[in-house]
């Protein structure tokens, strides 16, 4: 069974250059995860929402980077998976330009 949430946009405190530390910014989130359904053995899709934008707001992460690693690792260890893949973008971070970082990993 696959599970994405794709595109989720919401603004965050992310950077490490001073007006990314006091100017909320967007940030564009996209999951996707591989597990083995059976009889109950879901993913609840709204609490990753909520793992992933609490962590985001609250962490207040310096660079994207980090904020991936942590996400990686949090939800890897929460949930049997088989495989994982997370991308952070910043939009708006250059002009005519999106900057995002992106981790995957085969668990199976």
């Given at each position: ?5 794709d595109?989720?946009?919401?603004e ?7 007006f990314e530390r006091?100017i909320p910014?967007d940030?564009?989130i996209?999951f ?14 709204a609490k990753?929402?909520n793992i992933i934008?609490d962590?985001?707001i609250?962490?207040?992460f310096?660079l994207?980077e980090?904020?991936?690693i ?6 890897s260890q929460?949930y ?5 893949n997370i ?11 999106e900057?995002s ?5 085969f668990?199976?």
């Open positions: 069974m696959t599970i994405k949430i595109n989720f946009r919401f965050t405190i992310i950077g490490i250059l001073d006091k910014q940030i564009i996209s996707r995860a591989d597990y083995q359904y059976s009889n109950g053995n879901f993913i609840d899709y990753i929402y934008k962590s985001m609250n962490m207040k310096h994207i980090e904020a991936l942590y996400l990686f690792n949090f939800i929460e049997e998976l088989d495989y994982l991308k952070i973008t910043k939009p708006s971070i250059l002009p005519n330009a900057v970082v992106e981790m995957e990993e668990f199976a």
